[in-house]
């Protein structure tokens, strides 16, 4: 399968735990992003990559969060002293070009967290 | 700022009877809107999308028209199938040039029985 690939699909922690979730994007996809999902809600977008710089972060990537691509490959998303907030599924996308000049972005699966 | 809004769901149909789904938006700009759909178990694909007004896009037997005066880009099918059973997202890239943000709708369910 050489779609976009996220892990853990399922994530259940404690209140106060730390987590974290990798994703490895479409091989030769440059750019890569960060949505959120809660329930009956679309994707918000948290944050994006351009090779290993992050280049924009929402204002819902609270200091709890930090994401990275240290290679310009694959990327991890950390939230620290998880709150049951921060339960939700998280999503991520992969695209060649930018979405100005019609680059499509591929989803993957999702990480799904439940904060206990 | 930028917001599409989504008819409630959940739609049931039945098979072969005509679809839409209504969305509507407000951004600032000439957006591109895209209609994204989420099958059980899967991620999110993109089904259609159109880049200015009066564009039509298209796939899969669905369209949406770009309607910049009634700044609407309704999911429109003519005859649905059990297998269109999914989660449908309205989303638009704001008129101002972001190459990297999608605002998405609440997403409408749609289940198509037999």
Not at chain 2, 79 to 88: C, F, L, R
Request: aromatic residues 12%.
């Amino acid at each position: 399968d050489t779609g976009v690939s996220q892990n853990p699909r399922h994530k259940i922690t404690k209140r106060g735990q730390n987590v974290t979730f990798r994703c490895d994007p479409i091989s030769e996809h440059n750019r890569l992003y960060w949505y959120r999902q809660t329930l009956g809600q679309g994707p918000e977008f948290l944050t994006y990559f351009q090779n290993e710089a992050q280049l924009e972060k929402s204002r819902l990537l609270s200091d709890r969060f930090s994401a990275e691509r240290p290679k310009g490959s694959f990327s991890t998303l950390e939230i620290q002293r998880t709150e049951q907030g921060d339960s939700a599924m998280y999503l991520c996308a992969s695209s060649l070009g930018g979405l100005q000049v019609g680059g499509e972005l591929f989803f993957g699966e999702g990480s799904r967290l439940t904060v206990l | 700022g930028d917001s599409v809004t989504q008819m409630e769901g959940p739609v049931t149909l039945s098979e072969e009877a005509f679809l839409t789904i209504n969305c509507t938006y407000t951004a600032t700009g000439y957006p591109s809107l895209f209609w994204y759909v989420q099958y059980p178990g899967e991620g999110l694909q993109l089904l259609l999308k159109a880049t200015k007004a009066d564009d039509k896009g298209s796939n899969k037997g669905f369209e949406a028209t770009y309607r910049k005066e009634t700044t609407s880009f309704h999911l429109e099918k003519g005859s649905v199938q059990v297998s269109d059973s999914a989660v449908y997202f309205c989303a638009l890239r704001d008129g101002g040039g972001s190459n990297y943000k999608l605002t998405f709708g609440k997403g409408t369910l749609l289940t198509v029985n037999p």
